[in-house]
């Protein structure tokens, strides 16, 4: 069974002050992980898919890193608007659907 | 920017009753999603349907659940008779194709299923 765990549930953070959060996971043969924004109240939004260990995308603040066992997105110098729920997921090779962690809720402060 | 339409926001329903969950997905988008997420927990996936049947469902898809592209524009899931433990977000999803993965997946906003 494919299994997704974030860490931590929840941090909160200065504005500016950088940090990381943690995807763990397990999969039966990964075809993508991905990391979403969610906002209260909406539906999760896309930010990055990473394929194959090592791989790195960044976008904005934002940065995902991908190991055989763990993603992490680490913010930089971070914003309030940054404060969201941040949802990582795998899809396995030949699945349709993802599965998902639940979630890291962040808050920057001004 | 395109995006994905669900009505109604908010629905509440009493147990035993039969709902009916709208979505529009992207006009060119070939794939098509449920999820849901009850209070405090995971995005669950439930199903995908595509060429007008469906292609991989959960457990959590029981005989209770069912999808439907009526027309060329809507996907609706309904579910026959709600359950208590029916109540939760369920998020509609498309993508132009499954093999990106969430590359391609936008949810909608949700539709907030309420059971009493």
């Known amino acids: 069974e494919d299994q997704v765990t974030q860490s931590p549930e929840a941090l909160r953070l200065q504005e500016g002050e950088s940090s990381s959060l943690n995807c763990s996971y397990t999969?039966?043969?990964?075809?993508?992980l991905f990391w979403y924004r969610q906002d209260p109240g909406k539906g999760p939004e896309f930010l990055f898919t990473?394929?194959?260990a090592g791989e790195e995308k960044e976008k904005e603040r934002l940065k995902a890193t991908l190991t055989k066992k763990e993603s992490f997105l680490h913010i930089t110098a971070p914003k309030p608007e940054d404060s969201a729920t941040y949802l990582c997921?795998?899809?396995?090779?030949?699945?349709?659907?993802?599965?998902f962690g639940k979630g890291t809720h962040l808050i920057i402060q001004p | 920017e395109p995006e994905v339409t669900q009505t109604p926001s908010h629905q509440v329903t009493q147990m035993g009753q039969e709902v009916i969950l709208r979505c529009v997905p992207i006009?060119?988008?070939?794939?098509f999603y449920w999820y849901r997420q009850i209070l405090g927990q995971k995005v669950e996936f439930l199903v995908s349907?595509?060429?007008?049947?469906?292609?991989?469902k959960s457990e959590i898809f029981d005989d209770q659940f069912s999808v439907e592209r009526p027309d060329g524009s809507n996907f609706t899931l309904k579910i026959r008779s709600t359950k208590l433990e029916d109540s939760a977000m369920y998020f509609c999803?498309?993508?132009?194709?499954?093999?990106?993965?969430?590359?391609?997946?936008?949810f909608g906003s949700g539709t907030r299923l309420t059971v009493v």
């Open positions: 999803a498309s993508s132009i194709d499954v093999a990106v993965g969430g590359d391609g997946y936008t």
């Open positions: 006009s060119n988008h070939l794939y």
């Open positions: 990473l394929y194959s």
């Open positions: 999969v039966s043969g990964l075809r993508g």
């Open positions: 349907f595509y060429n007008n049947e469906i292609s991989e």
């Open positions: 997921a795998v899809q396995a090779r030949g699945a349709d659907g993802l599965t």
